[in-house]
């Protein structure tokens, strides 16, 4: 299976990430599903996750979860163009790089705004959601 990014449905942020990814995923290797969702919160209860904190980005991939900046780097390294560069800074230890990552995932409401429900992929991408 494709690598599965759980996004939060709701966050205009991450909404847009997720285009961002759509857009530079040529390969399509990616498969997307909002952790509000019923694959979303299936994988958090598997994981032993909350499943009603939103705060994370998670990427699953060959059986293993990534969460936080760690997710957003592996994301980075599949992507065509020079984001693939970005995954150097995985060197960076986890509690500096999820710092920085969670002063923009606390905020991402209030700095990039809400959505009343989770979005609804084009037809174009439809295939690539599961939820």
Request: hydrophobic letters at 45%.
């Amino acid at each position: 299976m494709e690598a599965l990014i759980l996004f939060d449905g709701v966050c205009n942020f991450c909404n847009s990430s997720v285009q961002f990814v759509i857009k530079h995923d040529a390969a399509g290797y990616f498969k997307y599903a909002p952790l509000q969702g019923k694959n979303g919160q299936r994988i958090l209860a598997e994981n032993n996750m909350p499943i009603s904190d939103f705060d994370t980005f998670i990427l699953s991939e060959q059986g293993r979860i990534y969460q936080k900046s760690t997710a957003a780097l592996r994301v980075a390294r599949k992507l065509n163009g020079l984001w693939p560069l970005l995954y150097v800074f995985i060197i960076v230890p986890p509690f500096i790089r999820n710092f920085f990552y969670g002063l923009i995932a606390k905020n991402r409401y209030k700095l990039f705004g809400k959505k009343d429900a989770c979005m609804i992929p084009s037809p174009e991408i439809r295939s690539r959601f599961l939820d």
